[in-house]
């Protein structure tokens, strides 16, 4: 109610970029004091747990917050706070950098959806573990999910990936390999057999290493076909990984409600939300039907209410995470699908 009738239209009133960073600077504040995070938590509504075990993990519930929206986990305690049961930094990379030109992120009110070509801006994998590192373990689980840098090219990629492994290997519950976000150019071309059989291979040895080994999982793009879809994913499992999340944002346009001029001057990136949501379902259904039931599945685009949740779950889904639908909704959003089941 309060964030509907009073903070989200005052919030989108301000570009996207700018009513993301003033949350995200809000949440981090009040993150710090035990008043903060009990207003967190009373904007957030009860949250019950319905604890499932997950690639050996324990999770609160099967919802979580997408990667993205909090990439240097710098407001990890206030998302917990409002009752995410995982939350996926990142994408980071192993060094910093800005990500693309502003603007980069724009909201389709009238289609729930936003468009965003951030770049992976990001303060580095290192300095995204020395903050996880406060982090205690009851709030919930945390996912790191690496990218490469921008400068980096595909035939060293896999370099740094291992870099950002070895920075957050103390630090996160598991990874997630992002080989499917459409704005770090020829980034998917990882996706392609040979290119990920190398990359996905020196991925499992080098967390083989670890004293203390995690969970692997892979994102993938919804713009590839079914026959694509399920090849990466069975792949992902002979290569030792633990689950696939599906999906990353679209480069599609087709079905938006707004007009074609207004996505025209947008420009080029990745469509998230509402239009989203049966891509991504579909992808889910894809998935599980390649993997069976040997590792997990992720099912994230277009999440918005209770329904779309049990859509994910019904495709196969053993976790879901939001992101667009926690932007439009606001943060009484896992309280709001918790409520709705109940009914
Ligand atoms: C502004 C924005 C930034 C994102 N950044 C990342 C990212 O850094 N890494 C990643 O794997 N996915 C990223 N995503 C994709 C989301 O994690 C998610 O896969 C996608 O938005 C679909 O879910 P949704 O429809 O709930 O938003 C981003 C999405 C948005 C909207």
Redesign the pocket.
């Known amino acids: 109610m309060l964030y509907s009738k009073i903070i989200r239209p005052i919030l989108f009133n301000f570009p996207a970029e700018t009513a993301h960073n003033i949350t995200m600077s809000q949440l981090e504040l009040l993150q710090q004091s035990s008043l903060g995070r009990l207003i967190i938590q009373s904007m957030g509504g009860p949250v019950a747990s319905n604890p499932i075990k997950v690639m050996g993990l324990d999770f609160k519930h099967p919802v979580g917050l997408?990667?993205?929206l909090d990439?240097d986990a710098k407001a990890i305690r206030g998302l917990f706070q409002l009752g995410f049961s995982h939350i996926e930094v990142?994408?980071l990379t192993p060094r910093p950098q800005p990500g693309n030109e502003k603007p980069r992120?724009y909201r389709l009110k009238e289609d729930q959806a936003?468009i965003?070509r951030?770049g992976?801006n990001n303060e580095g994998s290192i300095a995204a573990s020395k903050r996880l590192l406060k982090r205690d373990k009851s709030w919930g689980i945390v996912g790191g999910?690496i990218?490469r840098n921008k400068l980096t090219v595909n035939e060293n990629a896999v370099d740094d990936y291992l870099l950002s492994m070895n920075h957050l290997r103390d630090v996160v519950d598991y990874f997630?390999i992002?080989i499917?976000?459409p704005n770090t150019p020829g980034l998917r071309d990882l996706q392609h057999e040979k290119a990920l059989k190398r990359l996905l291979e020196a991925i499992y040895q080098e967390n083989k290493s670890f004293n203390n080994p995690k969970p692997l999982t892979v994102?993938i793009s919804p713009d590839l076909s079914k026959d694509e879809i399920q090849s990466i994913s069975r792949l992902a499992v002979d290569c030792g990984f633990n689950g696939v999340i599906g999906?990353?944002?679209t480069i599609g346009r087709t079905g938006l409600k707004i007009s074609d001029r207004t996505i025209e001057k947008m420009g080029n990136g990745?469509l998230?939300?509402r239009p989203?949501s049966k891509r991504?379902t579909d992808a889910v259904t894809w998935i599980k039907e390649a993997v069976k039931d040997s590792v997990a599945v992720i099912g994230?685009?277009?999440?918005f209410t209770a329904q779309d949740v049990l859509d994910k779950t019904n495709a196969g889904a053993d976790l879901v995470?939001?992101?667009?639908?926690f932007v439009f909704n606001g943060p009484s959003m896992i309280h709001d699908i918790q409520r709705a089941w109940r009914k």
Do not use: W
């Not at 995470?321 to 639908?325: F, H, N, R, T």
């Open positions: 997408a990667a993205g990439k990142g994408t992120l936003l965003n951030m992976f999910n990218g997630t992002n499917s976000s994102k999906t990353n944002t990745g998230s939300g989203l991504s994230v685009g277009g999440v995470q939001v992101y667009s639908g």
